[in-house]
């Protein structure tokens, strides 16, 4: 990002990441092709000011799901509702979400939809990694207000299930995370 964005990024992040920022944690599930092809993106649009992490990470994975013929999340999504598939990436997604709710709900139910883009993009990442779909463990869901609430939680339970961490509301398992990185430095 130094190289894109110079002063812009540095005087945020510096010129190098520590071992414990929320890139790191964040984007380490993210396969390398993902991010050289959020790069490209990032170059292509021109993109005055660098994004947030969640922004970039969102921007792999739109490039991955268009190299797959895997429709947007927001396509996905209210495929899930309709209950018409156009891709196996979004019926297994919304199988896992649990298609009974999905299709007696709104587009406007946000939990369902943390939910169903937790199993989206984990799904979606095992499809672009040639790996089974069926190894996705259940999303964490915490339905109460504490200091998780505004980080995304489907990026905190990735990096959750990659650290073997579980039955922990989002943010402790993410500071378990960070300290985990941290005893590997």
Known sequence: MFELYDTKWTSKHGTAPED???WIVLLCS???QLIAEGLKTLIQKGMEWPPTVIEFRNICFENTAKAFG???FEN???EAL???YSHEVVEIAAIKTGVFELQRSKADNVQLKKRFNYYFEVILNLFSEGKPLDEVRPAL???SKNASEGCNDVLINEVMRLYG???KNGYTGFLEAKHNLR???
Do not use: F, M
């Open 165 to 167: 961490l579980d039955e």
């Open 141 to 143: 869901e915490n339905s």
């Open 20 to 22: 414990d920022s929320v």
């Open 183 to 185: 005893g590997r430095a």
């Open 82 to 84: 309709k209950g018409v």
């Open 70 to 72: 895997v429709p947007s």
């Open 30 to 32: 993210t396969p390398e």
């Open 76 to 78: 996905a999504w209210i």
